[in-house]
């Protein structure tokens, strides 16, 4: 299972009951939120988030509507007497931010804060079940995508098979991983004839704030459901150039690029009431395009 | 007029759709903010205060939920092209705070902010129409509450009896501050016979966080409403000791002791869903109180 909740579509201002950037991505019994406008805390009492259950925030960049929600989620989580450690992805200077506004309101944390800055593209953190992999993307400032990936054992074991072979249950982990098994009579049992390849993993990928950048493509190429910010129709192309952002005809030629499953549409600029058009626009070069409603989950096919 | 609306009345953790501190002063013609929690813009937004016309936000201390919603408002004021100027009075290390944010963003604010630091108890600013004094409270860390009074002429002009005397309007506006007139003909009229007292000019005061102390009486003194903080129903008077709050029956002692009009309570616990009883208790004491609500304009008597 992976899945993205959006909690907040908008750009900087907020307006018409929308948010500020957040989203929780759930993968398999994980939580990560990306992005922490302000308000997120809210967002997430209203959907039915457990703050406790996030141990990895990733920010993508340091303009405001991306973060200034995240030291009010910190320190309500440091109120309710959180323990568990908590992982904080993001570019460098963030740790100054948090580092100042704890000082200044004499506030200790119960729980460890562990920052990571952002400094290199590739593998950010790995864990059994997942991998989140951060990409550079093209925005006026210090900027940075991710990618989510669901880990997964290579095989499946067919428990039927395998019995039937005289393979004992406790061999079935290593079986997962591709190793043959062999008998106490000395016959080896060849992997392939007991398993079957496992589903594919899924994957996700948030683009973050954006120039229109071909590279985006390549950086995402092929993952499963792709989030990429569509801050303006595509009669705006000139003012999203100028303010290192897209337009919905960019994010779609993106997606098809990259041939991804499915794209996300969000980051709608609050010149806009109404949203119906994003999803016509983009859809006239990516027809399995969807807009990022806020309190929408949405399942990575 | 002077009045006051409540935009959030919680303390530290938004609950209940409970916000945290805001509140918004409208003196004749002015508008003011104090404190601004996370969400206050978009408070602000639900019940139609415009950003605009506030020219001068006063933050009580650097706890999160008294400013955590600040840099946020500041930069949409920017995005939204404001150009007159805005004066922020706060604690000294607030300018630490936003220079920091403003840098990380590149971020060019389009106006003038203009930080006052608080430092001496006493008058903060003075206008033709209004004055803001300032005095220090006892919190855990440098806090400080805000007396907002309209100020006035000294007297009324009857200007049916001082048409009948002979004085033209122009000279009006001295005879509002008192003046006599001399006709061409060398008679003088005596103000007080063309004029009436004016109307006492209202007070509101702020006391932010703070523990009991009566000294807040005696700063607060003659104020025609009080806003005093009730984190704690009046059997956690230990706890509101050991967090530096108040209780019910402290607050409307406070307000009893002072002399003053009215009370209006609020800074809520996180840990009460209903309400009803923060006001049965401190009417127990003082029975002109008033729980702060949310989205409520009080005016002051």
Redesign the interface.
């Known amino acids: 299972m992976l899945a993205v909740t959006i909690l907040g579509n908008n750009s900087?201002?907020?307006?018409f009951d929308r948010?500020p950037t957040a989203q929780v991505i759930t993968l398999d019994d994980h939580l990560f939120l990306i992005d922490c406008g302000?308000?997120t805390?809210?967002q997430m009492?209203k959907y039915k988030i457990r703050r406790s259950r996030i141990n990895h925030i990733f920010i993508s960049h340091?303009?405001?509507d991306h973060y200034?929600?995240l030291?009010?989620l910190i320190?309500?989580m440091g109120?309710?007497g959180r323990h568990q450690d908590l992982n904080l992805y993001g570019?460098a200077?963030?740790k100054?931010?948090f580092d100042?506004?704890l000082r200044?309101?004499?506030t200790q944390l119960p729980f460890n804060l562990i920052f990571h800055p952002l400094q290199e593209e590739g593998l950010l953190v790995k864990e059994t079940r997942f991998q989140v992999d951060c990409f550079r993307v093209f925005h006026?400032?210090e900027c940075w995508g991710f990618i989510f990936r669901q880990v997964r054992p290579p095989r499946r074991v067919n428990p039927e098979k395998a019995r039937i072979s005289g393979i004992p249950s406790s061999f079935f982990d290593r079986l997962k991983w591709g190793e043959d098994y062999e008998t106490k009579e000395g016959t080896l049992i060849q992997n392939a004839t007991v398993t079957d390849p496992a589903p594919l993993a899924r994957s996700y990928a948030y683009s973050a704030d954006t120039l229109f950048h071909l590279d985006i493509a390549v950086k995402v190429q092929g993952v499963n459901m792709l989030y990429h910010e569509t801050t303006y129709l595509k009669d705006l192309e000139e003012r999203a150039r100028n303010r290192y952002h897209c337009t919905t005809i960019q994010a779609a030629t993106i997606a098809k690029t990259a041939g991804v499953k499915q794209l996300l549409i969000g980051h709608f600029s609050s010149k806009y009431d109404k949203l119906d058009e994003f999803e016509s626009e983009a859809r006239e070069v990516f027809p399995n395009t969807y807009l990022a409603l806020e309190g929408v989950s949405y399942i990575v096919p």
């Open positions: 900087a201002i907020p307006a948010h302000e308000g805390q809210t009492n340091l303009h405001g200034f929600g030291i009010g320190t309500s109120l309710l570019p200077l963030l100054d931010i100042l506004q200044v309101a004499d006026r400032i």
